[in-house]
């Protein structure tokens, strides 16, 4: 079992992750507030990689952090009494559909929502007539502040990857207007810079 711990309140996330992934899918998250513990446990059922263009969390209240959201990521956990599933999926290079799939009974359920993982979250909630007065994280819901499989992604070359872009694009040399070569260098930097986040 390895022990990811927050050193600070920079760390990548407050929350303390027991693991041995990727040789066991099993993740817990401990994290206390006001001297209570809450633990929290994830299977991961698919891991999923970072896209060319990488839409990242909103910010949390008083935090600056935001997470890197993965594409084809889908993972188990619980939240009360409710076994979900959550999975993610880009749609398009700026939209990414957020599900959490649950069953009720012999009947299976799924919400969907592109605005954002706390938003598909609070559908889920209002859905099974949950206290309007409780307040989840859809990041943390979705573990997308799990940073073992942060590092993970990155260990084994999931990070983004560049998409062939440039069939449309002429060569810079037969580019006459100097205008339209500023915006293509423009461009050719703003592809470099995604490729190295």
Same mark, same amino acid.
């Given at each position: 079992?390895?022990?990811?711990?927050?050193?600070?309140?920079?760390?990548?996330?407050?929350?303390?992750?027991?693991?041995?992934?990727?040789?066991?899918?099993?993740?817990?998250?401990?994290?206390?507030?006001?001297?209570?513990?809450?633990?929290?446990?994830?299977?991961?059922?698919?891991?999923?990689?970072?896209?060319?263009? %990488?839409?990242?969390?909103?910010?949390?209240?008083?935090?600056?952090?935001?997470?890197?959201?993965?594409?084809?990521?889908?993972?188990?956990?619980?939240?009360?009494?409710?076994?979900?599933?959550?999975?993610?999926?880009?749609?398009?290079?700026?939209?990414?559909?957020?599900?959490?799939?649950?069953?009720?009974?012999?009947?299976?359920?799924?919400?969907?929502?592109?605005?954002?993982?706390?938003?598909?979250?609070?559908?889920?909630?209002?859905?099974?007539?949950?206290?309007?007065?409780?307040? %989840?994280?859809?990041?943390?819901?979705?573990?997308?502040?799990?940073?073992?499989?942060?590092?993970?992604?990155?260990?084994?070359?999931?990070?983004?990857?560049?998409?062939?872009?440039?069939?449309?694009?002429?060569?810079?040399?037969?580019?006459?207007?100097?205008?339209?070569?500023?915006?293509?260098?423009?461009?050719?930097?703003?592809?470099?810079?995604?490729?190295?986040?």
């Amino acid at each position: 079992m390895v022990e990811i711990a927050p050193e600070n309140e920079n760390s990548f996330s407050s929350r303390v992750f027991i693991h041995d992934y990727p040789n066991n899918s099993r993740i817990e998250a401990r994290y206390i507030s006001n001297g209570r513990l809450y633990i929290s446990y994830y299977n991961i059922i698919a891991v999923g990689n970072y896209p060319s263009i %990488l839409r990242l969390t909103q910010k949390f209240q008083n935090s600056t952090f935001q997470y890197p959201i993965p594409n084809d990521y889908i993972v188990e956990t619980e939240l009360f009494e409710w076994s979900l599933k959550c999975e993610t999926k880009y749609i398009t290079d700026s939209k990414v559909c957020y599900t959490i799939n649950w069953k009720e009974g012999r009947v299976d359920w799924n919400i969907s929502s592109t605005k954002s993982s706390t938003a598909v979250t609070n559908l889920f909630l209002q859905k099974i007539n949950q206290n309007r007065s409780t307040k %989840l994280s859809g990041p943390c819901l979705f573990g997308f502040d799990i940073e073992p499989l942060y590092n993970f992604r990155l260990q084994i070359g999931l990070q983004p990857v560049i998409k062939d872009n440039n069939r449309r694009k002429r060569p810079l040399e037969k580019i006459s207007s100097r205008s339209q070569q500023n915006k293509r260098l423009n461009s050719f930097g703003r592809d470099v810079q995604k490729a190295l986040m």
